[in-house]
């Protein structure tokens, strides 16, 4: 089998995901809801630092390394992203919220960014493998020295200025080995000229545009949850609620990024429409299964788990059920639109999606709390699935899933075809 190959990349995510999601609820328990919100909202501003970085060193990078190699690109990418993380310090310093912890996030954004540039270069040169195992690396990395900080102080809570600390930490430690591994490939001199910032940043533009405002759809009710009831508490529910989210967003993540590769590498209009729908049906029976599971769980399963002031989390995630589908099913044909290069499209379906629920969730958050966030999530990701789905019909009207939809048999015709 495939290093590259789809089971081995969804067996490592979820390995990944599992490991993440044990971070967070053992990092819930020792810092509370209230805790667990402060942290959400200081990690929101330092994945839009992220945001930022990937105009040059998002997924795009990948598209050219593939074609002119990472040493053409790379330069340009780790300027950029030095950039952004002296910006973020600077923003960081002149907040009075962040202003204690300004010099560590400033260190966070930069080696998150230099190591996102690396992933997608990666990604470029069809090591997706190596991507994902320095992902688990670092969850691994990040638990491991909780577990410990916790174990010889003694101690019965953190804060989280204490959780930064050890995501710096090794971050910074998983950055350093991806330099090692890469560094036959970023650094040869004589291998070609360092690109000027305007072809990485015009190609990354309107692909990035698309990520900004996909995040914003993820992340912005954590915010508006902040400004409109003036707690956290609500803020940590959520935020927990979406770590449920990503746990099951990983059919189609996993599936999404393997697709995602092989339609950069082959040129066929037929396979980018047939490995989409394919990995799309896949990806919505996982994610369907996932949720159907969530359904059943007990109530008091949540509050056992992440802590007594989490019992709004059952009843949160069955709300949100709706958003989770329809993102499990909207994630393949977002990663067809990119692959393809039609970033405009893409940009415009997001937008779309984040303008309802944006709207929606000024008008419910006030009335509903934490009920009206997720109504608005679920209308909004709804829309950005109808939004991608025709746009793929539009470039493929032709394009059909051949076979019977048996989770069974796809796993087979996935080993059989991609092994």
């Not at 990948?62 to 990418?77: I, Y």
């Not at 991806?178 to 970023?186: K, Q, V």
């Amino acid at each position: 089998m495939s290093r590259n190959s789809a089971l081995k990349t969804f067996a490592l995510q979820l390995l990944k995901t599992f490991l993440a999601a044990v971070f967070v609820v053992l990092t819930s328990r020792w810092l509370g809801a209230g805790g667990r919100g402060q942290l959400s909202l200081i990690l929101f501003y330092v994945n839009l630092a992220m945001i930022a970085n990937e105009y040059v060193g998002g997924s795009s990078l990948g598209n050219l390394a593939a074609s002119m190699g990472a040493a053409k690109v790379h330069p340009t990418a780790f300027i950029w992203a030095t950039l952004v993380a002296i910006v973020s310090w600077l923003v960081f310093f002149i907040s009075p919220a962040f202003h204690s912890m300004a010099a560590e996030l400033g260190l966070l954004v930069f080696a998150l960014g230099q190591l996102t540039v690396h992933y997608n270069v990666y990604q470029g040169l069809g090591r997706v493998y190596v991507r994902n195992r320095l992902q688990l690396a670092l969850e691994l990395g990040k638990l491991t020295c909780l577990c410990g900080i916790v174990w010889f102080t003694g101690v019965q809570f953190l804060n989280p200025h204490q959780v930064v600390d050890i995501t710096l930490l090794v971050t910074f430690v998983v950055y350093l080995a991806s330099e090692i591994l890469l560094r036959r490939d970023l650094w040869q001199p004589g291998r070609g000229r360092v690109l000027i910032l305007k072809q990485p940043f015009a190609l990354g533009f309107w692909a990035q545009n698309g990520q900004l405002v996909q995040f914003l759809n993820y992340r912005l009710s954590l915010v508006l949850l902040q400004e409109m009831t003036g707690t956290s508490v609500p803020v940590g529910v959520y935020s927990n609620v979406l770590l449920i989210a990503d746990t099951i967003w990983i059919f189609g993540n996993s599936f999404g990024t393997i697709a995602h590769m092989r339609m950069l590498q082959s040129q066929s209009v037929a396979f980018r429409a047939d490995i989409t729908l394919r990995y799309a049906v896949i990806s919505a029976v996982g994610t369907g299964g996932a949720c159907l599971l969530l359904a059943f769980l007990p109530a008091g399963l949540f509050a056992m788990v992440f802590g007594a002031e989490f019992t709004q989390m059952k009843s949160a995630s069955l709300w949100l059920i709706p958003s989770i589908l329809s993102l499990g099913a909207s994630t393949l044909f977002s990663h067809y639109l990119h692959a393809v290069g039609k970033f405009r499209s893409l940009l415009s379906c997001n937008l779309a999606g984040l303008a309802v629920q944006f709207l929606l969730a000024v008008w419910l958050i006030p009335r509903m709390g934490l009920t009206g966030a997720c109504l608005a999530a679920d209308a909004g990701f709804f829309a950005i699935l109808v939004l991608v789905y025709l746009q793929f019909r539009r470039d493929n009207p032709h394009a059909e899933f051949h076979g019977v939809v048996r989770v069974k048999v796809l796993f087979k015709l996935l080993l059989r075809r991609f092994r």
